[in-house]
């Protein structure tokens, strides 16, 4: 998302409206390969589009402790929204997700992330925002966790469940750098916000009506220092 006058964001959404994923909001197979985990906490780092849905869209899954908003895929010293947005960082906008694996599968997470929280097939762009930096990546943190996501891609593509072919990267996790508090909770605390009405409270709408059984009412919020 571009931090642009509130008219012209309106304009550009509005201009653009369909390019997302409202067609692909339904429920697609579970993945095939999914280990199971018995630690209490596991951790996911996934890019698709504007943190600020993706975090909206994890804050409601069960299972979820935790939702960070940052980047990832390029170094330390890059990670501020103002580089990031020049597209020439190698970052991400990214999500950092904590969840306890007994309650939610990372492959379930994935199960969500490639359904309902944004179009897996668009290269470089969500909706109306364009460049590198809104790509679709998952960074895996463990081997067991690429090998999910690279069986679950094969899988859905063999399927044929998209349009085109899904487009999503598996990168190299390099480290995960959390955001600036004012995007931290962005969507719960900015509801009327356009971008957020047209580009991202349908995602959580569609969260809810596609997947009930990993649905939660209550977001789980990141406390703000």
């Not at 012209?8 to 579970?30: E, N, R, T, W, Y």
């Not at 694996?101 to 969500?126: A, C, M, W």
């Not at 895996?140 to 399927?159: G, W």
Request: charged share 15%; with cysteine; proline share 7%.
């Amino acid at each position: 998302m571009r931090l642009v006058p509130l008219f012209a964001a309106a304009a550009l959404i509005f201009s653009v409206a369909g390019v997302c994923a409202a067609d692909l909001q339904k429920q697609i197979p579970a993945p095939a390969v999914d280990p199971s985990n018995a630690a209490a906490s596991e951790v996911a780092v996934l890019a698709g589009g504007c943190f600020w849905g993706q975090q909206g869209v994890f804050q409601h899954v069960k299972g979820v402790t935790k939702v960070v908003s940052g980047y990832s895929g390029g170094a330390a010293n890059t990670a501020t929204y103002e580089q990031v947005t020049t597209e020439t960082t190698g970052h991400a906008e990214s999500v950092q997700i904590t969840f306890d694996p007994k309650v939610i599968s990372y492959g379930r997470l994935l199960q969500i992330f490639f359904s309902v929280s944004h179009d897996p097939t668009e290269v470089n762009r969500q909706g109306p925002d364009e460049g590198t930096s809104y790509r679709t990546a998952i960074f895996p943190q463990s081997p067991v966790q690429a090998a999910t996501a690279r069986a679950y891609i094969a899988q859905l593509d063999a399927a044929h469940l998209f349009p085109r072919a899904i487009a999503t990267r598996i990168e190299p996790f390099k480290g995960f750098y959390a955001a600036e508090g004012y995007h931290q909770n962005y969507l719960v605390l900015n509801p009327t916000q356009p971008y957020i009405v047209y580009n991202d409270l349908p995602k959580v709408a569609a969260l809810k009506r596609v997947w009930p059984q990993y649905w939660q009412e209550k977001p789980v919020l990141l406390a703000r220092s």
